[in-house]
């Protein structure tokens, strides 16, 4: 009952409004953006922003003294301070900006591998991770002389948590593992992992991209050691994202990038570091997109979320079982938890072929491995074609992919 009061609550037409690409044609048809894991839309609030930024605002941040400088900088703080209260951070100087989620885990990676892991040590990733939080953890690895382990996943597309605890020894130092599947929209059980991993003193470093612009998240109740997410996933510009860490381990590690904004003093027989989170900021930051993501964080506030995040789960049920009644259809990824993705095969149709016959109907989704090739090999498919949703999708929005997929199949008949 819960459930059916927050989505009357919910507006999805006045919402849509907030959202000026939703309102587009492409091919002569309404745009149906349904590739939302891949990038979401922004609102007006977010643009009017910018360009506000842009026409009034813009200046380096930190170091400067005239006006502008100040109020840039000011700005740039004040997303920061609206990204810890978002994930309920203890303080803001955890919040680390970058450029997206990718740079979030290279910096935990590099500042925390090249300190702590060595030779014969073990690292823990899981099996439907994005290479993103793949390829990193895979270089440090090589660099070090470490060990990759993988969580193995079962057929619905949900980790093996037994294994996983089987794998937890003296010599992990890392477990890296997603929030949300970019993949197989599967919810990790994250906070009894993370407590796990803490039992044996190791530290847990998750990649939240698809889970912020879906969940509630709070990272001192999960008690992640780190936490990355991009802001282009969750209505903000691209080139931000956030890498949150403990203090405790912020402090002991070194930084992997050198330049202005991140040293104390510089001679050039030695270098002492600013605090954090100078300390992980070199040079001029991504000044504009970071203030955009304290828009977005502001957009997100104004709204009612909960009530948002139910109409998305209800429409994820709704798309689901649509789907499953089509002949030829078949799902990858049923897990019990499920967030936002839904993954699909059609029997003797290349995902590249849905989407482009799907393009042609103004219907965006995304076709291909979707960054997350040994999930494609666990399911030995090449790609999948992918609809994820946002709270600004309907049920229309879903009727019509579902149409448009019969098409499909009767141009391949």
Known sequence: MKAVKEMSSFDVEKIRKDFPVLSQTVNGKPLRYLDNAASSQVPNLVIERGAEYLKKEHSNVHRGVHYLSQKATTEYEAAREKVRKFINAKEAKECIFV??????????????????????????????????????????????????????????????????????????????????????????????MIETAHKFGVPVCVDGAQAVPHIRVDVQDLDAD???????????????????????????????????????????????????????????????????????????????????????????????????????????????????????????????????ILDQEGIAIRAGHHCAQPVMQFYDVPATARASLAFYNTKEDVDVLCDSIQKVIDVFA
């Open 99 to 192: 450029r997206g989620c990718t740079e979030g885990v290279n910096l935990v990676a590099n500042a925390y591998g090249r300190k702590f892991i060595n030779e014969g040590d073990e690292i823990i990733l899981s099996q439907m991770e994005h290479h993103s939080n793949i390829v990193p953890w895979q270089m440090i690895a090589e660099e070090r002389g470490a060990k990759i382990r993988v969580i193995p996943m079962n057929e619905a597309g949900e980790l093996i948590i037994d294994e996983y605890e089987n794998m937890l020894n003296e010599r992990t130092k890392m477990v890296a593992v997603a929030h949300i599947s970019n993949s197989l929209g599967t919810i990790n059980p994250l906070k009894s």
């Open 226 to 356: 780190f936490y990355v997410f991009s802001g282009h996933k969750m209505f903000a510009p691209t080139g931000s994202g956030v890498c949150y860490g403990k203090r405790e381990w912020l402090e002991k590690m070194d930084s992997y990038q050198g330049g202005g904004s991140m040293i104390y003093t510089v001679t050039f027989e030695k270098t002492t570091y600013a605090p954090i989170p100078e300390k992980f900021e070199a040079g001029t930051p991504a000044i504009a997109p970071s203030i955009g993501l304290g828009a977005a964080i502001d957009y997100l506030n104004s709204i009612d979320l909960d009530a948002a995040f139910a109409h998305e789960h209800e429409l994820l049920e709704y798309a689901t079982e649509k789907l499953s009644k089509i002949e030829g259809v078949k799902l990858i990824g049923t897990a019990k938890e499920k967030a936002s993705v839904i993954s699909f095969t059609l029997e003797n149709v290349h995902p590249h072929d849905i989407g482009t």
